[in-house]
C-alpha cells in the first residue's frame, strides 16, 4: 500500500491534508453570521455542537457538513493525485489538522465530524453506521459527547469486520485520538454535569 510512496509525495499528501483538515469552518461560519467569536462561548469549541449552542441550526449543520467534507476531500484528492498509501497519510493529516490548526494556535476542535468525513471516503458503509450509533445514543441520552464516543468506539470493529484492516488501524488511531480530546467530557458525563444537545450557551 505504501511501496509507491516517495518522500516527496508523502510530504506533499501530508501538507494537503493539514492544510485542508486545519480551515476553521465553525469560527468562519459564526464571525459571518455576525455572531462573534465562537471560542468565547459554551465549550469555547469551534465544532458543530458549541456552534448548536448559538441557537442556530442552519449554521451548526453547515459546520459538520463542511469539517465532515474537508477530511473527505483530503482522502479523495491524495488518492487522485498519488494514490491510496497518500491517501492515509492525507487522511491522518487533515485529522490533525482539525485538532490543531495552525491558524488558531493549534486549538481546534474535537474531530468528530472530519473523523466522519474521513470515514466516507475510505469505507462509506461505515461512515453510514457511525452517522445511525451516533443519532441512536444521541436520541437516548442527548449527549453529543457520549454519542461521539461510542461511535468511534465501534467504527474500527466495523471496519475490521469488513475486511478494511488497514482502515481499521488507522481509525483505531483517530479513535483514540478522539478520546483523548474528549477526556474533558468524559470527566464531566461521569460526575454527571456534562451539557446536553440543543442547550445554549
Known amino acids: 500500500m505504501f511501496a509507491d510512496l516517495t518522500l516527496t509525495t508523502t510530504l506533499a499528501a501530508l501538507l494537503l491534508g493539514y492544510l485542508l483538515g486545519s480551515i476553521p469552518f465553525g469560527l468562519i461560519l459564526t464571525r459571518l453570521a455576525g455572531l462573534g467569536d ?4 459554551g ?5 458543530t455542537t458549541n456552534v448548536l449552542r ?3 441550526k442552519d449554521l451548526a449543520a453547515a459546520t459538520l457538513i463542511l469539517d465532515a467534507l474537508k477530511g ?3 482522502v479523495l484528492l491524495a488518492r487522485h493525485f498519488w494514490g491510496d498509501g497518500a491517501a492515509v497519510f492525507a487522511g491522518l493529516a487533515a485529522f490533525v489538522g482539525h485538532l490543531f490548526p495552525i491558524w488558531l494556535k493549534f486549538k481546534g476542535g474535537k474531530g468528530v465530524a472530519t473523523y466522519l468525513g474521513l470515514l466516507a471516503a475510505f469505507a462509506w458503509p461505515i461512515a453510514v453506521f457511525f452517522a445511525l450509533v451516533w443519532v441512536l445514543v444521541a436520541f437516548t441520552t442527548r449527549y453529543s459527547s457520549a ?3 461510542t461511535a468511534s468506539l465501534l467504527s474500527p470493529i466495523g471496519l475490521l469486520l469488513m475486511g478494511y484492516q488497514r482502515e481499521a488501524l ?3 488511531v483517530l479513535s483514540v485520538a478522539l478520546w483523548v480530546m474528549h477526556r474533558a467530557n468524559i470527566g464531566r458525563l461521569l460526575n454527571g454535569t456534562e451539557s446536553r444537545i440543543g442547550k445554549k450557551a
Not at 465562537?38 to 462561548?41: E, L
Not at 465549550?43 to 465544532?47: C, E
Open 38 to 41: 465562537i471560542r468565547a462561548i
Open 43 to 47: 465549550s469555547g469549541n469551534i465544532g
Open 54 to 56: 448559538t441557537g442556530r
Open 72 to 74: 473527505t476531500a483530503a
Open 147 to 149: 454519542s461521539a464516543l
Open 170 to 172: 488507522l481509525f483505531t
